[in-house]
């Protein structure tokens, strides 16, 4: 599942946006404040909260368009729509009050939420495509939750998990490393070759772009998660913003596509990732080459991607 264009009209301060020929692996938006650039990842992010919804449940609502976001110059309401690569189009509009112009047509993300769910049904382990956004509020809390009690019935499907929150969550990133480290050891004493599935995965992610760290852990007294940098251990919240960051930023949307996709390399598993101001916090060392390398790791997800930097610009062709 791939985005091919964007039409949006009256949405905040974007009037008429229609971006066609949207690259497959990566798509960069480049402004000053004010340009718009958020705003087109908040209006995605609104039609794929029905996405995720109808994921959830089968009649399960998304977020409308708040009216608040309709912008002042429109004469009748707001248009999101989404062209994918078979043809097909998601639409959400709403419109401003007596005058409905048109309509919001979901029917064709409906029919992929059937067919998708259909295979869930019919084979217990099936992938789906993974949505996540990540906004600018994706500092890393220094406390730790407990443990939840419930998960849901269809475990593919906690990959959507506040995936459209805009933060990174590390709460979430945390317990799930946490329930996997403690399966994979009581696996170890049968097998001392056993690697669990995700936590392989999040960490040859965190090998190919950041191999300065390694030996992600968790200890339980006290209870914290550490790694080590060069031959130094730290604990996560000992590091500086940008690099934890950097680190939750890799290991949550490998630890995602883990989720979403139980038996295949999840590396190589499909999804549209959003990344809200992508050079947040970051060393321009690391601006130029944070793209390539995403990229490189999750060569079949499309990222959506807006920055201020250009020194993240020179890291993308074209």
Not at 17 to 46: P, R
């Amino acid at each position: 599942m791939k985005i091919k264009n964007i039409y949006i009209e009256y949405f905040r301060g974007l009037q008429n946006v229609d971006i066609q020929q949207l690259d497959d692996h990566v798509n960069l938006f480049v402004g000053i404040n004010g340009a718009g650039k958020s705003s087109i990842l908040d209006a995605m992010s609104l039609i794929f909260s029905w996405y995720i919804a109808r994921m959830l449940s089968a009649k399960g609502r998304g977020r409308d368009i708040p009216v608040d976001d309709i912008s002042f110059h429109s004469p009748n309401g707001c248009t999101i729509e989404l062209g994918l690569d078979d043809g097909s189009s998601w639409k959400l509009y709403r419109s401003l009050k007596y005058r409905k112009a048109d309509k919001s047509d979901l029917s064709a993300m409906n029919r992929v939420v059937g067919l998708l769910r259909e295979g869930l049904d019919l084979l217990s382990n099936a992938s789906i495509p993974l949505i996540v956004y990540y906004g600018v509020n994706r500092i890393v809390s220094n406390a730790y939750t407990r443990l939840p009690h419930k998960s849901n019935p269809i475990p593919q499907l906690d990959a959507y998990k506040n995936a459209l929150t805009g933060g990174q969550l590390f709460s979430d990133f945390f317990n799930w490393f946490r329930f996997s480290e403690d399966y994979e050891n009581e696996r170890y004493k049968e097998n001392k070759h056993f690697q669990d599935h995700g936590l392989e995965a999040v960490r040859r992610a965190m090998s190919n772009i950041m191999p300065d760290y390694s030996d992600l852990k968790i200890t339980r007294r006290p209870l914290a998660m550490t790694m080590k940098k060069g031959n130094e251990t730290f604990k996560i919240n000992q590091l500086s913003d940008g690099e934890k960051c950097y680190i939750s930023l890799v290991c949550d949307i490998a630890r995602r596509l883990a989720v979403a996709n139980p038996t295949e390399d999840p590396l190589k598993g499909e999804g549209i990732v959003l990344i809200d101001e992508i050079d947040l916090h970051l060393h321009p060392k690391w601006q130029q080459t944070i793209i390539s390398k995403l990229v490189k790791t999750f060569p079949n997800c499309q990222f959506f991607i807006t920055t201020h930097s250009s020194i993240v610009a020179s890291d993308v062709k074209g």
